[in-house]
C-alpha cells in the first residue's frame, strides 16, 4: 500500500504519516495527551449547550440567511432528517469508495477520528457544532469539496478568518491538533491545497471549488445527483425545505427511501 500510495505523490513529498505508523501508534496519536483530551471534553460541552439552545441554532440560521445562503428556514427535524440523508447517501459511501480506492481500512479510519475529535463524527450538517469542531473537521478530512463548509462557517462573523488562520498552521507545522490530526490525515498536500482554496475562496467565492479527483462512484447517477445536491450550503437546505414537515412523515420517508431519489 505505501509503495502504490508513493507512486502517486509529488516527487520528494513525504509519506502521510497515516500511511507510514503502525495501528498502536496512530491510536496513540490520534487521542491525544491530557490537553488534547481536554480539549474534546471542551468541544462536547459546547456541543450539548448548543443542542440544547434553540436560540443559538436560531442565530445561525438567521445569519446565513441574512447571508443569502438561505431563502427560508427549515425546521430543526428537517435539517436533522436531511442531514441522514446527507449522511447515508453521499458522506458515507463517498468516503467507503474514496478509502478503499487508497487502501485504507474505512472502520479503522472512522476510529482515528472519533479519537481525534467525537463531536464532528455525530453532526453531519455542522449546524450543532462550535466554530473549532467545524475547522477541525475540514482539516481532518480530506474532503470530497470543502465549499459547504466554507459556507457554513460564516455562521460566524470571524469563522473564515479562523479558518485560514487554523490551516495556515496546520501547513506551518505548529497548529494545537498538530499530532492528532496528522494521525489521520493521509494525503500530505490536502493542507497545503485547502490553504490555496480557502485565501481564493475568501478573495471570490466563485472561485473553482476544491474537488476530490479520486471517486469511482460518480459513475453511479444516484450518488451523482447526491453530490450535486449536498456539495453546497444552499443545496442542502433547498433540500430540506423539500422534506415532509411532521415526524411521523419524515420518518416514514426516511424507512422507504433506500437511494438518493433522481429527478424525472
Known sequence: MADRDAATREEG????LRLSAGPFTLIRLALGGPREIFGKCVRIGRTIAIVLSR???DRR???LQELGFIERRPSRLQIFFGGLDMLRFLIEPGARDYYRAKGISFGFHQLLRVLDDPVSMIDPTGFLSDRDTIVGHV??????NPIYDLQLIQMFEDGPADLESQVEQMVAGSHPRQATIGAIVEDPGYHARLLDYVRHFRADPETKPLVRAEQTLRANPHFAAAERTFATL??????CLELPEGPWP?????????E???AS
Not at 482539516?139 to 470530497?144: A, I, R, S
Open 13 to 16: 513529498e513525504p509519506l502521510a
Open 55 to 57: 436560540s443559538e441554532v
Open 61 to 63: 440560521l438567521r445569519r
Open 139 to 144: 482539516m481532518q478530512v480530506v474532503h470530497l
Open 234 to 239: 444552499p443545496g442542502f437546505i433547498a433540500y
Open 250 to 258: 419524515l420518518a416514514r420517508r426516511f424507512a422507504s427511501t433506500r
Open 260 to 262: 438518493f431519489p433522481i
